[in-house]
């Protein structure tokens, strides 16, 4: 260790180079891309440098790496910039940070209630699919995943009849504590209407989680146990939640602008 960790960089990069000069061409020239005049590239191409080298050579890099704690993930790599914003977004109202950081606090709120006793996520389809798989690995207890599918929009944004196209197994239900997880709660009837199902087909308990709640445009006195964010009354897409089918793959939540809800024929092509 004292004799890696006393070289510099540059000395370091020359053994490397050297260690490289008895294999074939390819994995010299790739070995020596991979090494940077800093430490910490020194560090990663160790790794590398272990499967085409000698295994004590690794270990030597490694561990003069870790003696100067610079066993992390090599700085100077650009981070992913942001999403372009979607042309018919008029804004941005949960960048994809807010939303994790929201998420990880509800994680935390369920799984603080259902310590200690199994439970059932059902995840109402097609919105909350996004929503409840980013929740359910924040939540390290042990649970079981269900999907209920229900419709109510169709390709407008109003609320029309609600249609339950499908439930749990009758064994998903039954005697079991149940989650809903659905992607906003609007008028309320949804979840409403499926709480009462649930527990008409025998759920021991039914607790509700909205990702999004828009309490402005409430035509029932439903109240969530768990919600990430309010929002005003804006038509929202987004992170899970569309517009004719179409804007569930945004990592955002945005506001649709209002000409392409209101002009006569579905997005195309998106
Ligand atoms: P509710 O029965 O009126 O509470 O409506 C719930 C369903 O309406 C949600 O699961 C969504 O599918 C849909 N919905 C309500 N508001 C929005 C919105 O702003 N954007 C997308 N879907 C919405
Ligand atoms: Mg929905």
Redesign the pocket.
């Known amino acids: 260790v004292g004799r890696w960790a006393s070289l510099r960089n540059g000395e370091a990069r020359k053994v490397l180079w050297a260690g490289c000069a008895g294999r074939r061409r390819t994995m010299r020239s790739s070995a020596r891309a991979s090494v940077r005049p800093r430490a910490g590239a020194v560090c990663a191409s160790a790794s590398f440098a272990s499967i085409l080298f000698a295994p004590s050579f690794a270990l030597d890099c490694a561990a003069a790496a870790f003696a100067r704690r610079e066993l992390c993930a090599p700085r100077g790599i650009p981070q992913a910039s942001p999403p372009p914003v979607h042309e018919d977004v008029e804004t941005i109202l949960f960048t994809e940070a807010q939303i994790g950081a929201g998420i990880d606090r509800v994680a935390r709120e369920v799984t603080a209630a259902y310590r200690g006793t199994g439970f059932t996520v059902v995840s109402?389809l097609k919105?909350s699919c996004v929503f409840a798989s980013d929740l359910i690995r924040r939540i390290p207890i042990p649970l079981e995943l269900a999907f209920v599918s229900a419709s109510?929009?169709g390709s407008g944004?109003e609320?029309g009849t609600?249609e339950v196209n499908f439930f749990p197994a009758e064994s998903e239900i039954r005697g079991r504590d149940l989650l809903l997880v659905?992607?906003?709660?609007?008028?309320?009837?949804?979840?409403a209407r499926l709480v009462d199902e649930m527990k008409r087909r025998g759920a021991r308990s039914v607790r509700t989680c909205v990702f999004l709640d828009?309490p402005a445009?409430r035509a029932t006195s439903f109240v969530a146990d768990y919600r990430v964010f309010e929002v005003e009354d804006?038509?929202?897409?987004g992170y899970g939640?569309?517009?004719a089918g179409h804007y569930r793959n945004l990592p955002y939540v945005g506001a649709l602008k209002r000409e392409c809800y209101e002009r006569p024929r579905s997005p195309a092509g998106r």
């Open positions: 109402v919105g109510s929009y944004v609320s609600l659905d992607d906003i709660l609007d008028t309320g009837r949804t979840l828009k445009r804006l038509f929202v897409v939640l569309d517009f």
